[in-house]
Nanobody, 126 residues
Framework: QVQLVESGGGSVQAGGSLRLSCAAY????????IVWFRQAPGKEREGVAV????????YHADSVKGRFTISQDNAKNTVYLQMNSLKPEDTGMYYC???????????????????WGQGTQVTVSS
C-alpha cells in the first residue's frame, strides 16, 4: 500500500511561485510512476507532470511546460512540483498519484493511477 502526503499549497499572486511536495510511504520497489494532477472548480482532473521514480525521467504537459518542474529526492522519498510564473488559471486542488509501473508514457489518465494523496489547494489571484 502506497501512501502519499501532499503539502506546500497556498495563495499567491499571479507571477509568483510555489513548491508542492509529495511524500511517499510504504512502496515496495522504485518502479513507480508518480504524477501531479490538478482539478479546477467545475473542470475535470488533468495530469500536469510525471516522474519515473526508477530512472528519474520526467514529462510535463504542454499547459505547464516551461513554468512547472517535477523532481524527486530519493533520500527523502519525496517528489516536488516547482511552480513558477503562476497564472490564475493554475488555481485548483493539486493531487499526487502513483502507480507501480516500469515505464511512464506521457502524463497518465487519472483512472490509470492506483494510489492518491488527499490534495493541497493552490489559489492564484490576479
Amino acid at each position: 500500500q502506497v501512501q502519499l502526503v501532499e503539502s506546500g499549497g497556498g495563495s499567491v499572486q499571479a507571477g509568483g511561485s510555489l513548491r508542492l511536495s509529495c511524500a511517499a510511504y510504504g512502496y515496495t520497489n522504485s518502479a513507480l510512476c508518480i504524477v501531479w494532477f490538478r482539478q479546477a472548480p467545475g473542470k475535470e482532473r488533468e495530469g500536469v507532470a510525471v516522474v519515473n521514480a526508477g530512472d528519474g525521467s520526467t514529462y510535463h504537459a504542454d499547459s505547464v511546460k516551461g513554468r512547472f518542474t517535477i523532481s524527486q529526492d530519493n533520500a527523502k522519498n519525496t517528489v516536488y512540483l516547482q511552480m513558477n510564473s503562476l497564472k490564475p488559471e493554475d488555481t485548483g486542488m493539486y493531487y499526487c498519484a502513483a502507480r507501480y509501473s516500469r515505464s511512464c508514457v506521457g502524463v497518465p489518465r487519472e483512472n490509470w493511477m492506483g494510489y492518491w494523496g488527499q490534495g493541497t489547494q493552490v489559489t492564484v489571484s490576479s
